[in-house]
């Protein structure tokens, strides 16, 4: 690994993967089971070792993870139960792209903590926030009297400025509103019908986040041997035909910009479809 070890003192526990690690289990019973990972993990080490569990809603660039149903309440069970912080990273699943302000409120989530940066500038400028609960916030001003965080450039006022009209804009155009209520109901529509390719195991979407695997045969759910290069092949397929799509590993992972049109989804489907059938030319069971 480049850079060295991470920061000591994190542990991790098994994402909530149910199409890649689920095995035989139920998708719920599977998402239980993740979850209770983190009790266990938790009673491991003793409560007053664990200060907070960070994750995002929806994994996003670790390959579009929709966690099953049962995930999340779980998890807030635990961490309620055990006086563990919970921190929401909303780099990615904020502003607009669940179809709400912020993924946590597709999923009722109560975070401590949230991070965000990406849509909050929608990448006009560079800006990256951490927002406090009411609770959380007014301890920390009683204990510190201020959270004492900051890098050089931390609320560059042009960066602000950017951020702050980026925000007005989309109030001024509902388009957290048109996500959730026009285009992320039609993009999944669209996008299912990628579930008919012979290369596609399954296609997962939640607002305007999609996952598409790419498996050599479809209900086995049995992956490709050397693990990320089908799926690097495909991504340059993409390329090829204009379409701008990420591979993680094995599964193709996309977020539309959230003006996109209804014709612009229209062309994304056609040429991932394309896309699929250039590289399932390739590496197809003949
Ligand atoms: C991009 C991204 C980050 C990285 O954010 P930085 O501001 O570069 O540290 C963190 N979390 C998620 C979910 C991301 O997508």
Redesign the pocket.
Known sequence: MQGGPLIPDIVHIDQPYWYDEGGDMDPDEFGLMRARALEEEIDKHGEGRIAAFIA?PIQ??GGVIVPPDTYWPEVMRICKERDILFCA?E??CGFGRMGEWFGSMHYDLQPDMI?M??GLSSAYLPI?AVAFSEARAQEMFKTAGEFFHGYTYSGHPACCAAALKNIDIIEREGLIDRVRDHTAPLFAEKMKKLADHPIVGEVRTRGLLAAIELVPEKPSRKRFENIGTVGTLCRDHCFANGLVMRAVRDTMVCSPPLVITDEEIDELVEKAWKSLDDIWAKVGNK
């Open positions: 995002e996003g660039a990273d780099v990615i991070s940066a990406k990256g």
